[in-house]
C-alpha cells in the first residue's frame, strides 16, 4: 500500500528556521511534491524533487533521499505569513496511472 | 486567464439529494482531478482523467460519478448524497509530463444534512 507520515502540527519563532519532515512507502515513486496551504484556500505548488539531494528556491529549501524513503522541507527566516499547512506529496506513476498521493499535512504555526 | 475554477463554491443539500459540482479549466491541461479534504485524512483522490474520455477511480470513488466529455471540463456528481460527503472539494489540473506540478481549483464547501 502507500503511506505518506509527516508531523501533524508544528510551532516556531519569526526568524527562526523549521524543517518539516515527510516519509513514505509507496510503489511506483516518480518524485515528491510540496504544497502551502492556507487556511480556507486551495494548495499552492512549493517544490518539486525527482533526484536526491537539495532543492533550494529563496527561503525555501526541500531534500530527498529516495534510498530513505525520506523527503524534507526547510523554511528559513520565518514570516508570520509562513503559517500554514503543509502537504508532501508522493507522484506514483506506473504502466496505468499517474497520480500525486498526499499526506494528512503539517499545520506550521508562527509566533511573533 | 481564468486558470481552474470551481461551481459552486458553497452547497448545502439534503441526505439523497443528486448534487453535481462543476470543473473548468482553460489551460487545455490535459490531466484531472479531483480530491476531497477533511480533517486527519488530507487531501484524498476521488477520481482522475488523463484526457477527454478517459477517467479512472481514485482512493475514494464509492459514491461519486465523473465524466470528462470535453478537455476543460471534469464535472463530479453525488448520485445520493450521504453526510459522510460533507467534505471540501478540489478540482485540480496538469499538463502530461513528469515534472509538470497539478494546479488547484479554489474548492467548494459541500454540507449535506
Known amino acids: 500500500g502507500q503511506n505518506i507520515d509527516q508531523p501533524t502540527e508544528m510551532t516556531a519563532t519569526e526568524g527562526a528556521i523549521v524543517q518539516i519532515n515527510c516519509t513514505y512507502q509507496?510503489?511506483?515513486?516518480?518524485?515528491l511534491f510540496w504544497y502551502q496551504q492556507h487556511a480556507g484556500e486551495a494548495p499552492t505548488f512549493l517544490s518539486y524533487?525527482?533526484?536526491?539531494g537539495l532543492e533550494e528556491k529563496g527561503r525555501f529549501s526541500s531534500f530527498l533521499s529516495r534510498s530513505k524513503g525520506y523527503s524534507y522541507l526547510l523554511l528559513k527566516e520565518l514570516q508570520m505569513k509562513d503559517s500554514a499547512s503543509y502537504l508532501c506529496?508522493?507522484?506514483?506513476?506506473?504502466?496505468?496511472?499517474?497520480?500525486?498521493?498526499f499526506g494528512t499535512g503539517t499545520r506550521l504555526q508562527v509566533f511573533p | 486567464d481564468a486558470g481552474i475554477t470551481q461551481s459552486p463554491r458553497y452547497k448545502i443539500t439534503e441526505t439523497g439529494r443528486q448534487v453535481t459540482l462543476m470543473c473548468h479549466q482553460t489551460?487545455?491541461?490535459?490531466?484531472m482531478f479531483w480530491y476531497r479534504q477533511d480533517l486527519g485524512h488530507g487531501l484524498r483522490l476521488i477520481y482522475y482523467s488523463a484526457a477527454a474520455d478517459i477517467t479512472d477511480k481514485g482512493e475514494v470513488p464509492d459514491g461519486y460519478v465523473v465524466s470528462r466529455s470535453k478537455t476543460e471540463n471534469f464535472p463530479l456528481t453525488l448520485e445520493s448524497a450521504t453526510r459522510s460527503q460533507t467534505s471540501v472539494y478540489f478540482c485540480?489540473?496538469?499538463?502530461?509530463?513528469?515534472?509538470?506540478?497539478?494546479?488547484f481549483g479554489p474548492g467548494t464547501r459541500l454540507l449535506v444534512l
Open positions: 524533487n525527482v533526484l536526491d
Open positions: 509507496t510503489s511506483g515513486f516518480n518524485g
Open positions: 506529496a508522493v507522484r506514483v506513476s506506473t504502466y496505468n496511472t499517474d497520480k500525486l498521493i
Open positions: 485540480a489540473s496538469r499538463l502530461a509530463g513528469g515534472l509538470e506540478t497539478q494546479y
Open positions: 489551460w487545455s491541461h490535459s490531466y
